[in-house]
């Protein structure tokens, strides 16, 4: 959707993210001196050194760098890592790592060029499950995957005093979210949206959101009530920004279907 095709005040993607992660976990320099070896479902290989709190050591096949990352410990033993690359601006990955179970997710995003995909949300995303060190040696505990747990549930999603979000999810496909409090409030869609089961009470969600460009990516864990992650999108200004967010969980009710009436 282009600019002119935008509803009435509209807001841009860093209009709402400003102070959305107020009440984000803080990130950690836990895996500082650590190295992650992680093989991925689809083959792919990806080594990775964290040398300080905020640098990270990465190679794949034959490219490698040094490159923006933060950690945040959004379970006991499982690590949210968001990276971002100098070479590469229109991207970021994030890998949901268990140095427990060494179970391992990538969610690859890209900012797609304005055009590429008519119809579909300027970002896309890829997500993979993997395994942390040897692959040949079996992790534990479940494999992550495509979940409809969440499908009925409807949660408010506290970011800050100034940002107060209602998601309904309606299918394994899309979700719908409207703004109750803040820059968006009367505001409100239906998108693209992903969800993943990383483990017991822990999920991976994610949404592309049709009518500005932005992506988000968010670990769920009903444990402590908390959400954990962050927007991939292009500001009012034209720049590509990775930012962070992070909200307080409030379940609000489920919806229930009967058999063969189900969403998809």
């Keep these: 959707m282009t600019d002119q095709n935008r509803p009435k005040d509209w807001k841009h993607f860093d209009d ?23 093989t991925l479902d689809d083959g792919r290989k990806v080594d990775l050194a964290f040398t300080a709190a905020d640098t990270v050591a990465w190679s794949e096949g034959g490219k490698a760098g040094a490159d923006w990352y933060e950690a945040l410990e959004v379970a006991p033993g499982v690590f949210f890592i968001n990276m971002t690359f100098s070479a590469a601006p229109a991207e970021d990955e994030a890998f949901i790592v268990s140095t427990a179970t060494r179970r391992v997710m990538s969610v690859r995003e890209r900012v ?21 060190g040897d692959p040949n040696v079996a992790p534990t505990g479940e494999k992550p995957a495509p979940t409809r747990d969440l499908v009925g549930l409807t949660a408010h999603y506290e970011y800050s005093p100034n940002h107060l979000y209602e998601h309904i999810y309606l299918s394994s496909q899309r979700y ?31 949404f592309r959101e049709f009518i500005i460009p932005v992506a ?12 954990t992650g962050k927007f991939l999108g292009v500001a009012s200004t034209g720049a590509i920004q990775n930012m962070p967010a992070g909200a307080f969980i409030e379940k609000k009710g489920t919806t229930t279907y009967a058999a063969g009436k189900e969403p998809v």
């Design 16 to 38: 709402f993210a400003a102070g959305i992660a107020t009440n984000r976990l803080p990130t950690t320099a836990a895996l500082v001196g650590q190295t992650f070896k992680i």
């Design 112 to 132: 797609r060029e304005a055009g590429e995909a008519p119809g579909e949300p300027r970002v896309a995303q890829v997500w993979m499950a993997g395994v942390l």
């Design 176 to 206: 719908a979210w409207q703004n109750l409090v803040g820059v968006q409030r009367g505001h409100g869609d239906v998108d693209l949206a992903t969800t993943w089961k990383f483990a017991e009470g822990q999920y991976v969600f994610g």
């Design 216 to 227: 988000s990516l968010f670990f769920y864990n009903w444990a402590d009530m908390r959400s």
